[in-house]
Structure formats: C-alpha cells, structure tokens
C-alpha cells in the first residue's frame, strides 16, 4: 500500500520527498532546538498499545502519506523533524516548521490542510478503496486540526490489510508542527493521538 514504508532510509534527500532529519535554515524570529520535537517515551506514553521502540534522529525520514506539501508551507525559515517506529507495522513523524512571521505561518496552515483534503500525492491500491474517517479540531496551540485518511480493502480482496494515516496540524505564533503518523486496520486511537498533537503543541514556542 502506498505510503506504508517504516525504513529509514541512508541519508540524503529523495526526489520523491523524504526529508533529511536534521535539515534547517535559520533566518527568522526565536531559533527552535531539537528540545522542541516530541520524544519516544512521550510518543510510548500517550499510546502504550503500541511498541515503540526507536526514535529516529539521523538519516532520511520516510515519505508522508500525503506528500511534502502535508508536512510544510512555502517560504520556511526553519525545519525540524523527527520519526518514531515499532520497527513493524507503525511508525509516525513529526514535522515542525517555522516562518518569517504569524501570518506566513498561519497560511502554512492553511496550504497543509488544503492538501490534506485532497491527498493526491497517494492513491489507493486496485483493490482499496480510502476515504476520510476523521476531520475535528482539538484545542491546542493557536489552532490544531485532526486528519484521517483510511485505505482499505475492497469486498473483492478480503484478506488485504488496511492501514490509517493519522495527521495532526498545529499552528502557534509563527511556527506549525505536522505529525504524520501510520498504522495498519484503523491506526491508532483517536484519544491516544490526540495527547501527542498537545504534546507537540504545547512544546511549541
């Protein structure tokens, strides 16, 4: 199924848009640290039904389900991300970006959530079909919205695994985090992601 790789790759940046873990550029407003992104044992605290076992802070991120323009606006004056996996079938990352001001980051925003809605950079197998099962808003940050994209298998393919795509979109001030999880049948309990997104939104500056 399109999007469900866990590996993380070598290094260096895909030409289909993984993203280098530690690529940044400071240029504008308050410098944001590593100190900022969520931690495994917050991730293993907030869903303890799953196995998480490795944080990933080196190396080349796998793609998010809904592309690079889910993860990011334009005009970003700074990126950090970092991943988390059970090594099987889950794994998650979070994409926090900055701008040169509360506006620009507001349209971030706003163009991360435009694309969600679509997700045209990912298409479901012959034999699955998607559709969104989640579309809220949660209080946290300036404003934080959930998005769920669930692939799964048609009558005609019974035994095929189905997969869910859980996104999380915070904007504070003039930066937005991106959680940009996976896992398979429905994925991850709402309630469960929902204490990661106010986790990473309340380590926003």
Not at 18 to 31: C, D, K, P, R
Not at 87 to 96: I, K, P, R
Request: charged residues 20%.
């Amino acid at each position: 199924m399109n999007g469900r790789k866990i590996a993380v790759l070598a290094a260096g940046l895909s030409a289909l848009g993984a993203l280098t873990v530690g690529a940044s550029t400071a240029n504008a407003g308050a410098y944001m640290d590593r100190t900022r992104l969520v931690t495994l044992s917050q991730v293993k605290a907030a869903d303890p039904g799953t196995k998480w076992i490795t944080q990933v802070d080196n190396g080349t991120l796998p793609k998010a389900y809904c592309g690079p323009a889910s993860t990011e606006g334009k005009a970003v004056a700074q990126r950090l991300a970092r991943g988390y996996t059970d090594e099987m079938m889950s794994y998650g990352t979070q994409y926090l970006s900055r701008y040169q001001n509360d506006a620009a980051a507001k349209a971030a925003y706003k163009s991360i959530l435009a694309t969600l809605q679509t997700c045209k950079y990912s298409k479901p197998a012959p034999t699955h079909a998607r559709r969104i099962t989640e579309n809220r808003h949660i209080v946290a940050g300036d404003a934080t919205t959930i998005l769920r994209w669930w692939d799964y298998a048609l009558p005609s393919d019974p035994g095929s695994e189905n997969g869910a795509f859980p996104y999380a979109v915070t904007v504070k001030g003039n930066a937005v985090s991106v959680l940009a999880f996976s896992g398979d049948g429905v994925g991850m309990k709402a309630a469960n992601f929902d204490k990661i997104a106010k986790a990473a939104a309340a380590k926003l500056p």
